[in-house]
């Protein structure tokens, strides 16, 4: 007797259908085991985002075939991040997101992302990517210089198709843009930063970003309310809609560590109307003290020190060094204390993963996979490069 499958409109009969599972059970152990020109091929495309050429995909085949098992693989991933697309395609849409408030790609090309790309070329070690004077700029003919006024460098460079692998030229802020050395804290005072999360407000967004970006994390799955409340600054109400317990149960669990911690970004704004980022050593920009009559017995900013108060309470699993202080003035150093965490080179890792497996780490065999690469990553330099040929070669086959 035929039978009706539901949903289709087609009729099949159980000898067919049994047929057609056995096909699909046969189908799972090639997908997982797929053999090296398969492997090579999905290993390029998920770096560099095309199809390989023949006489790559042999290199890269030949590379697994002699080498068995994982050693193989990450010698084929090398090869595959070579290509320029990995650095004009795959890496600037690994990093634009991280650039603006909507977290889109579809953004022009700015020094925050060339930056990025420039530090995965090179091997810049990434846990100098908060802190370090660093700045990448294109060599490439045709091109405006580069201003701390405006995109206009980076946008041309992406409209006129230029080779971001070949052209990109290590340089410094101080160097390029004027900005004093001390008051560089490498991604967090490029112009595409600034610009997004140093205008208007009252740079709280800075550190928002930085934690959604850099350490995987918005506030609300940081918060604490067993903080102290003294440096929550004046524009935060007490007493929201009249009711104290808002504040005691909500309000403070993220401005007691944020509020003391968004204090090293005091002499940073960004000027819209100049189109530039300003820093005025010194002097704390009035966007720390607006609002006062919120809460006039609330912390008033005197200068740009800051500390972590995340060092204790619940936040201490986000594992702050040891080496460093927990306290300090200015971006930089802060940068040093973010970057310095277990959780931001876990975050790098989970986010590379992500865009080359095409899937979040949530299965154990991920999760244990992400944690073996962070150890190599930590170990290793922090070369964010090896992490996208280790996580290439981790998932192959699926």
Same mark, same amino acid.
């Given at each position: 007797m035929?039978?009706?499958?539901?949903g289709?409109?087609?009729?099949?009969?159980?000898?067919?259908?049994?047929?057609?599972?056995?096909l699909?059970?046969?189908?799972?152990?090639?997908?997982?085991?797929?053999?090296?020109?398969?492997?090579?091929?999905?290993?390029y495309?998920?770096?560099?985002?095309?199809?390989?050429?023949?006489?790559?995909?042999?290199?890269?085949?030949?590379?697994?075939?002699?080498?068995?098992?994982?050693?193989? =693989?990450?010698?084929?991933? #090398?090869?595959?991040?070579? *290509? $320029? %697309?990995?650095? /004009?395609?795959t890496?600037?849409?690994? @990093?634009?997101?991280?650039?603006?408030?909507?977290?889109?790609?579809f953004?022009?090309?700015?020094?925050?992302?060339?930056?990025?790309?420039?530090m995965?070329?090179?091997n810049?070690a990434?846990?100098?990517?908060?802190?370090?004077?660093? =700045?990448?700029?294109?060599? #490439?003919?045709?091109?405006p *210089? $580069? %201003?701390?006024a /405006?995109?206009?460098?980076?946008?041309t @460079?992406?409209?006129?198709?230029?080779?971001?692998?070949?052209t990109?030229?290590?340089?410094?802020?101080?160097?390029?843009?004027?900005?004093?050395?001390?008051?560089?804290?490498?991604?967090?005072t490029?112009?595409?930063?600034?610009?997004?999360?140093?205008?208007?407000?009252?740079?709280?967004?800075?550190?928002?970003?930085?934690?959604?970006?850099?350490?995987?994390?918005?506030m609300?799955?940081?918060?604490?309310?067993?903080?102290?409340?003294?440096?929550?600054?004046?524009?935060?109400?007490?007493?929201?809609?009249?009711d104290?317990?808002?504040?005691?149960?909500?309000?403070?669990?993220?401005?007691?560590?944020?509020?003391?911690?968004?204090?090293?970004?005091?002499?940073?704004?960004?000027?819209?109307?100049?189109?530039?980022?300003?820093?005025?050593?010194?002097q704390v920009?009035?966007k720390?003290?607006?609002?006062?009559?919120?809460?006039?017995?609330?912390?008033?900013?005197?200068?740009?020190?800051?500390?972590?108060?995340?060092?204790?309470?619940?936040?201490?699993?986000?594992?702050?060094?040891?080496?460093?202080?927990?306290?300090?003035?200015?971006?930089?150093?802060?940068?040093q204390?973010?970057?310095?965490?277990?959780?931001?080179?876990?975050?790098?890792?989970?986010?590379?993963?992500?865009?080359v497996?095409?899937?979040?780490?949530?299965?154990?065999?991920?999760?244990?996979?992400?944690?073996?690469?962070?150890?190599s990553?930590?170990?290793?330099?922090?070369n964010?490069?090896?992490?996208?040929?280790?996580?290439?070669a981790?998932?192959?086959?699926?």
């Amino acid at each position: 007797m035929k039978v009706m499958t539901t949903g289709t409109g087609l009729r099949r009969t159980p000898r067919t259908a049994r047929a057609a599972a056995a096909l699909l059970l046969l189908a799972l152990p090639l997908a997982a085991h797929a053999g090296p020109n398969e492997q090579a091929k999905r290993i390029y495309e998920r770096i560099a985002g095309v199809p390989p050429t023949p006489a790559v995909l042999q290199q890269m085949a030949t590379a697994i075939t002699n080498q068995p098992g994982q050693p193989g =693989l990450v010698a084929a991933a #090398a090869i595959a991040t070579s *290509a $320029p %697309s990995f650095y /004009n395609v795959t890496l600037k849409n690994f @990093a634009m997101p991280w650039t603006n408030r909507n977290a889109t790609v579809f953004a022009p090309l700015n020094d925050y992302v060339a930056t990025v790309i420039g530090m995965v070329r090179d091997n810049v070690a990434f846990n100098t990517a908060l802190s370090a004077d660093i =700045l990448y700029t294109s060599n #490439a003919p045709g091109l405006p *210089a $580069p %201003s701390p006024a /405006n995109n206009n460098h980076y946008a041309t @460079a992406e409209t006129n198709g230029v080779d971001l692998m070949a052209t990109l030229v290590q340089g410094t802020q101080s160097g390029v843009y004027g900005t004093p050395t001390a008051a560089t804290a490498g991604l967090i005072t490029t112009r595409g930063a600034a610009s997004a999360f140093f205008i208007n407000g009252t740079n709280r967004a800075m550190f928002r970003f930085t934690m959604i970006n850099q350490f995987c994390n918005d506030m609300p799955t940081l918060m604490d309310i067993t903080r102290p409340a003294d440096r929550i600054r004046q524009d935060v109400a007490r007493s929201p809609g009249g009711d104290s317990r808002i504040f005691l149960n909500n309000c403070v669990g993220c401005h007691s560590g944020m509020d003391p911690m968004a204090q090293a970004f005091a002499y940073y704004n960004f000027d819209a109307t100049a189109g530039q980022m300003v820093y005025t050593p010194g002097q704390v920009q009035p966007k720390y003290l607006i609002n006062a009559t919120n809460f006039p017995f609330g912390f008033v900013t005197p200068d740009d020190s800051w500390s972590n108060r995340w060092r204790s309470g619940a936040n201490t699993v986000l594992g702050w060094s040891g080496s460093l202080p927990g306290s300090g003035n200015g971006a930089k150093s802060l940068g040093q204390e973010w970057e310095s965490s277990a959780t931001f080179a876990q975050c790098q890792v989970s986010k590379v993963f992500q865009a080359v497996c095409f899937r979040a780490p949530v299965s154990s065999a991920d999760l244990a996979t992400v944690a073996s690469i962070t150890s190599s990553f930590t170990s290793g330099g922090y070369n964010l490069k090896q992490v996208f040929q280790l996580s290439a070669a981790a998932c192959p086959g699926q």
